[in-house]
């Protein structure tokens, strides 16, 4: 039991450490190929947010959600380049995103487990082919050039710095609802629809309904991810919003471990690294970075099946197991003491 | 209290129960004993509105809440302790109870649902004990002690309870209808659905029996007991008395 404010404690210590690091990364920082990696590092985090709501504590599983990232960029890529503003091109985007999710949530969420994997699959074959076909909008297989850079009136993250700025002020903001949301009730919930929809049924929890809203808001936040990556690259095309892409998002939140915030935070963040990792290891040799991200789906491949055969409780699981050790020692020591 | 009236029921085309009525009057226990496949546990998912009759009526406390949804049927006091518990496995005792009042919300239940919380760890003290332990690793017993104070959590005014014994030790089944009793005892209503005839005619008041779908015999528990056909049939020697 005393282990409880003491890994309470230990969590506000690190989100603070991870907060400052955050925040003072863009001053320190003057490797832009890092920054901008980073960037991708916040990006990635506001979508798999989402999605660790919907799989990781639902508990239900979406092959799709490169298409809300999708519906996000080019609507609200689009709209910016026939000069919406930014903050209306946001809305748009995640407007967009939100309500692709809706449509597609209202028939599927009937189906459960394979089944509503492979509706979601559907669903983004459906989309990307979309994507691909409706040339006047999206360019078509060319792609959607020159979306301006995010902004409001004068004020344009135009730099590297301001870039990374915004999509992780973006990013903090979601996690930190994502983590007010999965600590309460609305959490409590999702939890117990992925535990047994029939008894959260008979806990008097409208299982439909919630299902629903989680995964429009999952897909609310692919859309936001995707509205932020669009202004961010200034070029968005097909082969960014492929079934590859949405494997590697539930890739990364079964590596964090289901039904847990920071692993997903934890998985996202090393998978998206991964095929970069010469920004942070000064050292390794320009074969290894060439051999990482050549092998980089086959990478992915490998971790979701090792997750599932060998930790099925992700990095979350291991850091759980790893607190629960350190309590015993401590209990131990202390009666010892005694 | 509760009242069903005439329903007929199945699963997609396969009719299970055949206009069966039933009532439960407040503070009654009644029990529903038969043999597998005669309908009991769907009779108790009609009544918790899980699954949705085809004719007939469900009333509680004179109102129809036949086509209240189950998840709001919980709101009118209507709470299911399901078979095989169903308990949210990898959360702790404390969640699961804290899910059991999820409708109980806003600032004047929440005096109420502490003092629900009091009332489960007084019935159930190994639970207390228990608080952040995943649901999944209590054994058999203290799982389904958690799955009644679960239900309880919801301030029931009918708790349905479907097969409360199942696969428990004589003596943990002996702790949980003693629990039981003091519901009763405390007025809440109860419909039991027990395999163990026996065990269930001990402790309710009144008894139904169903076969294939329909209400064959109803009367008091004693009157149940000393029914020649009950005795052969429900509490024959070969249905085992552990």
């Known amino acids: 039991m005393a282990a409880v404010p003491a890994t309470r404690t230990l969590r506000w210590a690190l989100a603070a450490i991870a907060g400052g690091l955050v925040l003072a990364a863009p001053f320190v920082v003057t490797d832009k190929y890092l920054l901008r990696i980073l960037t991708f590092v916040g990006i990635n985090l506001i979508m798999v947010a989402g999605l660790s709501l919907l799989f990781g504590y639902a508990g239900q599983i979406s092959l799709g959600h490169a298409a809300f990232y999708g519906l996000g960029a080019y609507t609200s890529g689009f709209l910016a380049k026939l000069g919406v503003a930014w903050p209306l091109a946001l809305v748009a985007g995640v407007a967009a995103a939100a309500l692709g999710g809706l449509l597609l949530a209202l028939p599927s969420l009937r189906l459960k487990g394979h089944y509503l994997a492979m509706a979601t699959l559907g669903f983004g074959e459906i989309m990307l082919f979309f994507f691909t076909e409706t040339e006047v909008i999206t360019g078509g297989s060319n792609g959607l050039r020159g979306i301006p850079p995010a902004g409001l009136g004068p004020l344009v993250a135009d730099t590297p710095q301001t870039k990374y700025l915004l999509v992780w002020a973006v990013a903090c903001v979601v996690l930190l609802l994502a983590a007010n949301v999965v600590r309460r009730r609305p959490g409590r919930a999702l939890r117990a629809i992925h535990g047994s929809e029939m008894a959260a049924q008979a806990c008097g929890i409208d299982t439909v309904r919630m299902k629903v809203q989680v995964f429009v808001i999952s897909a609310a936040l692919g859309g936001l991810s995707g509205v932020l990556y669009a202004h961010y690259v200034g070029f968005i095309s097909p082969s960014t919003f492929t079934l590859h892409y949405s494997l590697v998002l539930v890739t990364m939140v079964a590596l964090g471990g289901m039904g847990s915030l920071a692993g997903a935070v934890a998985g996202t963040v090393l998978l998206t690294m991964l095929p970069y990792a010469d920004a942070i290891i000064p050292g390794l040799s320009r074969a290894t970075v060439e051999l990482l991200q050549d092998w980089e789906s086959d990478i992915h491949g490998m971790v979701l099946i090792l997750v599932m055969l060998f930790m099925p409780g992700g990095l979350a699981g291991w850091g759980r197991s790893f607190l629960a050790r350190i309590s015993v020692r401590r209990a131990r020591s202390a009666g010892g003491d005694a | ?242």
Not at chain 2, 114 to 127: A, I, K, N, T
């Open chain 2, 1 to 242: 209290m509760l009242e069903i009236d005439a329903v007929f029921a199945g699963y997609g085309r396969v009719p299970v129960l055949h206009g069966v009525s039933l009532r439960a009057a407040p503070g009654e226990m009644v029990t529903l004993v038969g043999a597998n496949g005669a309908g009991k546990s769907t009779l108790l998912k009609v009544a918790a509105g899980v699954l949705a009759p085809q004719s007939g009526r469900v009333l509680l406390a004179g109102e129809d809440v036949t086509r209240v949804p189950s998840h709001r049927r919980v709101g009118t006091g209507i709470v299911l302790v399901p078979e095989g518990r169903m308990l949210f496995a990898g959360m702790s005792v404390a969640e699961n109870l804290t899910l059991g009042a999820y409708l109980r919300t806003g600032a004047a239940a929440r005096r109420a649902v502490e003092s629900d919380r009091e009332r489960v760890f007084d019935l159930f003290p190994v639970l207390a004990d228990r608080l952040e332990q995943p649901a999944g690793t209590l054994s058999g017993g203290e799982q389904q002690m958690l799955a009644i104070g679960r239900a309880l959590m919801a301030d029931p005014k009918v708790l349905l309870l479907d097969e409360p014994s199942l696969g428990l030790a004589p003596k943990v089944i002996g702790e949980i209808f003693s629990v039981l009793d003091r519901l009763r005892g405390s007025g809440l209503t109860m419909v039991l659905v027990e395999q163990d005839a026996r065990l269930a005619l001990k402790h309710a008041d009144r008894g139904y029996v169903m076969r294939t779908g329909e209400v064959v015999l109803e009367g008091s528990s004693a009157e149940l007991l000393a029914n020649d056909d009950v005795r052969l049939i429900y509490l024959g020697a070969w249905h085992g008395t552990e």
